[in-house]
């Protein structure tokens, strides 16, 4: 029994002996007595290493497991609101993606428009507030900096000393002093940097941003960026810049430069220059011991298309374990070769101890999109057992493309979700007219297998583009070796359509406009401008925007939306002209930007977006369940438990549960409870880890996609949770809550 099962071992027995003795007065007080005595001697205080949350997940390890245990199975009904914190700036489809940390008793946190705040973690007092736009000398209006979402801060204190945080804000990263609120004017540009800068090419105009927080290293910190999805992306290269003066310390090369590892897997020697992607985007997690970083990477640009790109393409889509001093390369795994589907590996590896024929080994955990768990040896990245290259469709319509004849798959543990939609997993909740309705258009696609690779006819992308596994992550039990994961299963059509190759001589600025789009905006927005997957429609914009704001909309991006800085002057009026209807300027001739095109940026195809497949009525085209939560067994492959999570309230109220797509990860505790947001019903819930047994659940004012922080101050445990909502049409909100027991115990539990 390791400590960990030590600990929930010892809590669980003391709470059996007081339930069986509760209605023997004599016998509980020599309980209470007992324990008080043990309190004393352990100076009334949580003995465990795990009271507060000082890491992005929990720890480095990213198993967002806390060994607190007085919210236990027995208790858990009895959570109560502890604070709320309300942070003001939330407006229609803002987010807060934000799994705060909490050290020396304060949680750090940012708001819906990238705001960072200090609270006192016992009340929710608020200490100080840094607004990102105070610092900008260019005033690039409000938009700027709320173009993103930040799911988290990094905290690094020079033991006790020089206490900072640092975290991002569209593409500035900022160091600031965790006591005052205030940059720290000898790190950078005045406790700022570019993340634009020391990428090994000029990206001035492509959209670079950081969304998760980065991981700490001695004295250095390393990042990862969110880059453009479509064919004008940055590279997404990994960095580490020293925390006390900002200088870059290493940079890894996620697509390799000649004489580097990896080079030899892109047809075209010359693609580092042009191909961007392959960016850690969904953070990291470390062996610190060891000094090995380990980072899972991004699809290579542009996402569906590969005829620029050919080859195996490392090291996208890859789990890569990095010497931590010094950035060199020890090992790599791609789960992905040549992707043409957008699945990137959406959250960090988790470090795991499993059994295997009696022997315990130090492995890695990597879910994915398509729901398949990698578990791969820590320090030579060997699976663990058996990956299979399978052979996979490569029949394309296509010119230029060459999908990989293989891919991985594991054999150990099972796929978590359904890979293959068929006529059976079709909904059969709705109407007859309904459900011909889906079934005609799924007859009309390419659905026979998971790797078939993107068609003009319509390719479906099954369990989604987002999930399977998604970017809250799993967690993971280290006394029963259990991974734990909430997975959206969300089918999405994908389908191409040839773009024009030839640039007319002469345009007018509807047609032009009407070219850019197809381009640069339809991917995501849709190709009669409906909409798709989480983007917002663009019909009848012109009532929200004029030309002016909508141009500076372009430069600057705004949340989710990438700033298109690379559009020339006439091409921000052809696009605004079309996209806004402008009647007035349709006509006008067309000024072409000056500059040559770059041809490995001029694709062939473009797809008409992110499109959910969905009925008549707006649900999910496939069957339920269409949100999950699972308990894998690493030590066995087996799947302990699995339940439907999240609900409709009009089918819910016909006793239907079908679950939700979600967003955000759960955490687990030692004292026997799972806990999760993330579905778009708004309803916080606590789970029984060993069962899956619903035991609690809260509706929060706004939907929680976070993953939820486990602390103790004052010696009593918090759990807290971002009420941020805004993904999946949902309204948005801008609170924090935290839940304790409602009668603070006198008792602390000794571990």
């Keep these: 029994m390791d400590v960990f099962q030590h600990r929930e071992h010892r809590g669980t027995e003391i ?49 967002h497991y806390s060994s607190l245990t007085e919210i236990d199975t027995a208790n858990v009904t009895e959570l109560q609101v502890a604070w709320e914190y309300h942070t003001g700036d939330a407006e229609s489809k803002t987010q807060i993606q934000v799994n705060p940390i909490i050290v020396n008793g304060i949680l750090y946190g940012v708001s819906p428009k990238l705001k960072l705040f200090a609270l006192d973690a016992g009340t929710g007092k608020e200490k100080w507030v840094f607004n990102p736009l105070d610092t900008s000398k260019a005033n690039k209006g409000a938009g700027y900096f709320s173009m993103n979402v930040c799911r988290g801060v990094t905290y690094y204190s020079d033991n006790g000393k020089k206490a900072r945080i640092f975290y991002a804000a569209g593409s500035t990263l900022f160091c600031i ?26 990206v001035k105009d492509l959209y670079v941003a950081s969304t998760t927080p980065g991981i700490i290293y001695k004295d250095m910190l390393i990042i990862g960026t969110r880059v453009d999805e479509g064919a004008s992306a940055a590279p997404g290269h990994i960095r580490a810049y020293d925390v006390h003066t900002g ?20 047809e075209d020697k010359n693609a580092y220059l042009h ?47 990095l010497d931590a001093a010094t950035g060199k390369r020890i090992w790599h795994f791609q789960t992905v070769h040549h992707d043409i589907w957008d699945r990137d590996l959406p959250t960090a590896p988790v470090l795991v101890n499993i059994l295997k024929d009696g022997k315990r080994i130090e492995a890695v955990a990597q879910v994915t999109k398509s729901g398949f768990v990698f578990l791969l040896d820590r320090k030579t990245g060997t699976p663990i057992y058996p990956v299979n290259e399978t052979p996979v469709p490569t029949a394309t319509e296509l010119a230029g493309e060459k999908p990989w004849v293989t891919q991985p798959i594991p054999t150990f543990p099972q796929p978590f979700v359904r890979q293959l939609l068929t006529e059976k997993e079709l909904n059969h909740l709705v109407p007859d007219s309904s459900y011909q309705d889906i079934k005609k258009r799924w007859l009309n696609t390419k659905h026979d297998h998971l790797f ?15 999930g399977g596994a998604e970017w809250g992550g799993p967690s993971f039990d280290t006394g029963t070796g259990i991974l734990y994961v909430n997975a959206s299963e969300m089918a999405w059509i994908l389908t191409m359509v040839d773009v024009a190759q030839k640039t007319p001589a002469k345009e007018t600025n509807a047609e032009a406009g009407k070219r850019l789009y197809i381009t640069t905006c339809m991917n995501c927005h849709g190709a009669e401008k409906q909409g798709t997957g989480n983007n917002p429609a663009l019909v009848n914009i012109n009532k929200k925007y004029s030309e002016d704001s909508f141009k500076a909309l372009l430069v600057s991006g705004r949340r989710m939306m990438p700033a298109l800085k690379q559009l020339s002057e006439g091409e921000q009026e052809a696009l605004a002209t079309f996209v ?37 009525e707006g649900y999910p085209a496939i069957d339920t369940p269409w949100g999950t939560l699972n308990a894998i067994n690493l030590n066995t492959g087996k799947l302990e438990w699995k339940t439907t999570l999240g609900d409709y309230a009009e089918l819910k109220a016909k006793g239907i549960h079908t679950g939700t797509e979600n967003y955000g990860g759960s955490v687990v505790t030692a004292g026997g409870l799972l806990f999760i947001a993330a579905t778009s019903d708004k309803k916080f819930r606590a789970f ?33 949770i971002a009420c941020g909502g805004g993904k999946l049409g949902k309204p948005s909100g801008d609170s924090y809550i935290a839940f304790s027991l409602g009668a603070k115990r006198e008792i602390k539990w000794l571990h």
């Excluded at 003795?21 to 009334?44: N, P, R, V, Y």
């Excluded at 002093?177 to 000029?202: E, I, M, S, W, Y």
């Design 452 to 466: 078939t690779p993107p068609s003009k006819q319509g390719t479906v992308i099954f369990p989604g583009f987002d």
């Design 580 to 616: 806004l209807d402008i009647a007035s300027k349709k006509g006008k001739t067309f000024k072409a930007p000056v500059q040559k095109e770059d041809p490995y940026l001029k694709m062939p195809y473009t797809s008409t977006g992110y499109n959910k497949f969905l009925t008549k």
């Design 15 to 63: 709470h059996r002996a007081i339930n069986i003795h509760a209605m023997d007065t004599a016998s509980t007080k020599k309980i209470l007595f007992l324990l008080t005595g043990i309190t004393i001697l352990a100076g009334c205080k949580f003995t465990n290493d795990d009271a507060e949350w000082k890491v992005y997940g929990g720890n480095k390890a990213a198993t």
């Design 247 to 266: 200088k870059l310390r290493w940079i890894f090369h996620t697509i390799p430069h000649p004489g580097e590892d990896g080079y030899e897997t892109w």
């Design 688 to 720: 029984n880890k060993r069962t899956g047994k619903l035991l609690w659940e809260y509706e929060l004012p706004a939907a929680g996609f976070a993953t939820p922080s486990v602390y103790e101050k004052d010696g009593h445990q918090y759990i807290v």
């Design 177 to 202: 002093d965790a006591g005052t609120g205030k940059p720290v004017p000898d790190f950078g540009d005045n406790g700022k940097l570019d993340l634009h800068n020391d990428l090994n090419r000029d």
């Design 275 to 321: 191909i961007g992607g392959a960016n850690a985007w969904s953070g990291f997690s470390m062996d610190e011991e060891k000094g090995i970083v380990f980072a899972p990477i991004g699809s290579a640009s542009y996402d569906f298309y590969g005829g620029k790109r050919l080859g195996q393409n490392l090291f996208a889509n890859s789990v890569l374990a």
